[in-house]
């Protein structure tokens, strides 16, 4: 992108924020270049540039993305820094400190591929900065950190991608089809109303329950080319061990939430959209699960989330049911494979529009200021059902929940629940 067409609300160039200081983060907005150059217009020289913020395992596996150009890469871990500076061709710059990769002048789109924990301040912070913003799912750890991570990107106006895109791409699990002709047959009507959606092993879904944490950490040394209390961040501090940190930190609450945090999104956010249910939330949640460890993540039984309308979605992590279907309503049954009980179902779909078409590339996203397909708005209301499912899990009960108000009801220990305390200095 043209950097000289860069500005903030008072006329000061990127060059100039970034004078004052390299890790205090002001507010300026991009000028969209459909403004500069007529709607659509895009120079013959113009390339995306990217920053990478964790390049331990999802950050690593983008270096290379359609339409953009990494110029750098921000790590705690020094050894997976180094690494990833290399594969990507060693033309790249490293940081350990992600506020001066935000800080930028020449960074168009910070991607944060760090533990959920730090999703929100990262994407508030790079919003801050005049990035646009593709996240790794969840969205957030918390409820209230979603809530922050919408009003900054409409604030800041920025574009956001959560990376999880099963609701406009590829086949999604177990179904052998992608989420348009399930859409589709769900618009029809004709398995009629309310639905009831199963995901569980029987229907192509893996909770890996493998994403578990341990009771029994023996405290160790913090090896040297780690940054332990910048990895923690906002995170209480909890003395070092390995099980905590890269790819076994989804076994600890204060990181994230096992598989069903992990993974959650990735299943349960395509059935917000074929439901028809992106502007609202579930109104209570069951839980049936043995009592979590208070630190260690633990697996659960069964999760079961209702609308106000009388839809389910039920979580069975004990594939209890091997003929239940994937999808079941009063008048028909969807099950894996995208097999039916209606015979003419796929006629029934051939009939019916394609849904409204999305942005499925984040770079088509930025130029256009096109939201995109998964955005802030949407993926806020999906990650919001797996920290619904989370708060009633760590509480141990059934939580009654307001989706205007996006708060329990009657519950003050869920509710504190909405909003997490942060290790100093960090706050979003």
């Known amino acids: 992108m043209n950097k000289n067409k860069v500005a903030t609300s008072k006329g000061s160039t990127r060059r100039d924020f970034i004078k004052k200081s390299a890790l205090a983060l002001g507010a300026f907005v991009i000028v969209p270049r459909y403004v500069l150059g007529g709607k659509g217009f895009i120079a013959p020289s113009d390339t995306l540039t990217k920053g990478i913020i964790g ?26 820094l180094k690494d990833a500076i290399k594969l990507a061709g060693g033309n790249v710059r490293g940081y350990s400190d992600f506020r001066e990769l935000i800080a930028q002048p020449d960074i168009d789109v910070v991607h944060i591929a760090t533990p959920p924990h730090w999703h929100g301040i990262m994407s508030v912070m790079a919003a801050q900065a005049g990035k646009d913003v593709w996240c790794e799912k969840p969205m957030t750890k918390t409820i209230g950190e979603g809530k922050r991570v919408v009003e900054a990107m409409e604030q800041y106006d920025r574009m956001f991608r959560l990376n999880t895109w099963f609701r406009f791409k590829d086949n999604f699990y177990g179904m052998n089809t992608t989420v348009k002709p399930i859409k589709k047959a769900v618009d029809s ?24 944490g341990k009771t029994n950490l023996e405290t160790m040394p913090v090896p040297q080319e780690l940054d332990y209390d910048m990895w ?4 209480p501090y909890k003395p070092y061990n390995p099980h905590r940190v890269h790819t076994t930190f989804r076994g600890y609450w204060d990181y994230d939430g096992g598989g069903l945090g992990d993974m959650g999104q990735h299943y349960i956010d395509p059935v917000q959209y074929f439901l028809g249910k992106d502007n609202t939330s579930p109104i209570r949640v069951d839980v049936d699960c043995p009592q979590q460890h208070d630190d260690a993540v633990g697996t659960w039984r069964r999760i079961e989330f209702t609308y106000a309308d009388g839809c389910k ?24 494979g995208f097999k039916s009980d209606i015979p003419d179902i796929l006629k029934v779909i051939d009939t019916m529009p394609d849904p409204v078409q999305q942005v499925s590339t984040f770079s088509e996203s930025v130029i256009t200021r096109k939201k995109f397909g998964l955005n802030e708005l949407n993926g806020f209301r999906s990650a919001t059902i797996v920290n619904m499912g989370k708060i009633a899990l760590q509480l141990g009960r059934s939580l009654d929940f307001d989706p ?4 329990f009801i009657n519950d003050e220990s869920a509710n504190r629940m909405i909003n997490q305390p942060m290790r100093g200095p960090w706050k979003i």
């Open 189 to 212: 009507g004709i398995l009629g109303w309310p639905l009831k959606v199963t995901i569980s092993g029987v229907t192509g879904f893996n909770w890996k329950f493998y994403w578990v």
């Open 313 to 336: 979605i039920i979580l069975d992590g004990e594939n209890k049911d091997a003929t239940v279907p994937y999808i079941e309503g009063p008048h028909g049954k969807i099950y894996r």
């Open 232 to 235: 923690l961040g906002p995170a």
């Open 404 to 407: 205007v108000k996006m708060e």
């Open 55 to 80: 390049v331990g395992g999802m950050g690593r596996g983008h270096i290379n993305y359609e339409g953009t150009k990494v110029l750098a890469m921000c790590d705690v871990d020094s050894n997976h």
